[in-house]
């Protein structure tokens, strides 16, 4: 029997109608070609519409950003006319780029269906085939999907909690992000980001990995993790890895490093919780944990960001009793339609592994910056990062330039971010799945003329 749902998607004039939005979006996509400035016309509505969103959210925003909701790519269309090259995909999540013909097919595909929203009291066949994809793929046994990277961070907390009862401390990394709930709050490693909050959690903090000084920085990880435990027996029910240190500032551990932390854990009966929210899809593996190869010893994984709906996998002993999970949402049938495509598109052999295209991206942007380094002395430092997370540090590290930067780099024409205090440096999440080498060195050429350009004009400041 065929579902009637089957015969509305496969019906000829809805089929018909995709081709034609498909190739009306060739076509206007023409129009973007490279970085374009505001349009006179358009200025002085967009700054009334910044005034407006400002009020209306309480509060400025970080760029002057509203978009128009068209792109190609790497390249946006802003709602006052300018085109730039994105480098920061909204801190990590439009890894398909801007206007992707095979997220605009499955979010017409999930317009057709009967919800707008999926939750877990009613979800539809998508939900089912997302968490089966993302069991197998991760090699975990369970996979509760959520729709921000906090929640999946909370839900996997829970689980960590409830296996280790009455336990209630957690470690974590110093410098480490998990988000912004009261009590992901407590354990990311920025007082600002808790200020006026009640604590909630006790947390303790473990040095992360230094790589100028390898074996040293691992043995006093170990030491303090150790102290710790032993100053509190039997107390932590958990400890929170970001494998590579995204928030922080882009920097990556070692297998060894992590190793020799995991190892202690174990014996004190310490769950390893991956915090995979800004590393997932973007190191040289699928999963970070993969490309460390920590498969054998993680127990609770959470990913978010590129796969726009987010999850907590967890193996068969942390499975929560009834009750501890559940949400009114998994997420928007379009956000988990286009999991699926990007699950399956980043499992399809041509993202990870030699010469695939997270390592091309990777050699042709830091191919760049290392030019950069040798042509300007001393303007910036780096690169830094792995895989599709990649920074550098301009002007020493020091925000009062390096946030001016990033503001002249975003009118110039590309968005990036900051990462880590200080140094601060400058980071950015490339669009692979989508960006294309012209788009790279016309972005990075950008990159570099700024440089030089906020070189000159600080002349004076930067050498105080
Ligand atoms: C490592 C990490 N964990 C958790 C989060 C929180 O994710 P979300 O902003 O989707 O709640 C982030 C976001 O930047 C992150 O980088």
């Not at 970085?35 to 009020?55: A, F, V």
């Not at 089966?132 to 909370?154: I, P, R, W, Y």
């Not at 922080?248 to 297998?255: A, E, I, N, V």
Request: glycine content about 10%.
């Amino acid at each position: 029997m065929s579902l009637a749902a089957d015969s509305f998607s496969q019906d000829p004039r809805v089929q018909e109608a995709k081709k034609l939005i498909q190739s009306a979006l060739e076509e206007h996509q023409k129009r973007l070609e490279g970085h374009r400035s505001s349009h006179p016309d358009l200025r002085e509505k967009y700054e009334q519409l910044l005034k407006d969103y400002t009020s209306a959210r309480g509060g400025a925003l970080w760029y002057p950003y509203i978009g128009s909701g068209f792109g190609k790519g790497a390249l946006v269309e802003l709602a006052d006319g300018s085109v730039k090259y994105d480098l920061i995909c909204g801190i990590g999540p439009h890894y398909w780029g801007h206007c992707h013909p095979d997220l605009i097919e499955s979010s017409i595909d999930a317009a057709l269906t009967d919800t707008v929203m999926q939750g877990h009291l009613q979800g539809n066949k998508d939900s089912v085939t997302l968490c089966q994809t993302a069991t197998k793929l991760s090699g975990m046994d369970h996979c509760f999907l959520t729709t921000s990277g906090v929640m999946a961070n909370e839900n996997g907390l829970k689980l960590a909690f409830q296996k280790k009862h009455p336990a209630h401390r957690v470690l974590a990394f110093e410098g480490c992000f998990m988000g912004r709930t009261l009590s992901a709050s407590q354990i990311t490693d920025k007082p600002a980001f808790r200020q006026g909050l009640p604590a909630n959690m006790d947390v303790s903090y473990i040095p992360f990995y230094d790589a100028s000084c390898p074996e040293e920085s691992t043995k006093r990880a170990v030491q303090t993790l150790k102290s710790h435990l032993n100053r509190y027996p039997g107390e932590y029910a958990v400890m929170c890895f970001e494998l590579v240190q995204g928030e922080g500032g882009f920097y990556p551990g070692t297998r060894d490093f992590f190793m020799a932390l995991i190892d202690v854990l174990k014996e004190h009966d310490v769950s390893v919780f991956i915090d995979e929210v800004q590393t997932f899809g973007r190191t040289p593996k699928l999963f970070a944990f993969q490309y460390f190869n920590l498969e054998e010893h993680v127990d609770i994984v959470t990913f978010g960001k590129v796969s726009q709906v987010c999850g907590t996998l967890f193996n068969e002993e942390f499975k929560p009793k009834p009750g501890l999970l559940s949400q009114t949402f998994t997420g928007s049938s379009a956000s988990i339609r286009a999991s699926q495509v990007i699950f399956d598109g980043l499992a399809s052999n041509k993202f990870y592994g030699k010469g695939a295209r997270v390592e091309q991206v990777h050699e042709r942007i830091t191919g760049h910056f290392k030019r950069i380094q040798s042509e300007h002395p001393g303007m910036i430092e780096g690169p830094f990062g792995i895989g599709a997370m990649i920074a550098f540090t301009p002007f020493s590290g020091r925000s009062e330039h390096v946030i001016p930067f990033t503001k002249k780099l975003f009118e110039n024409g590309v968005i990036t971010f900051v990462a880590g205090v200080s140094p601060m440096r400058v980071r950015m999440l490339a669009p692979v799945g989508s960006i294309t080498d012209e788009q790279i060195d016309a972005a990075l050429k950008i990159v570099e003329e700024t440089l030089v350009e906020y070189a000159e004009q600080e002349n004076g400041a930067l050498a105080s």
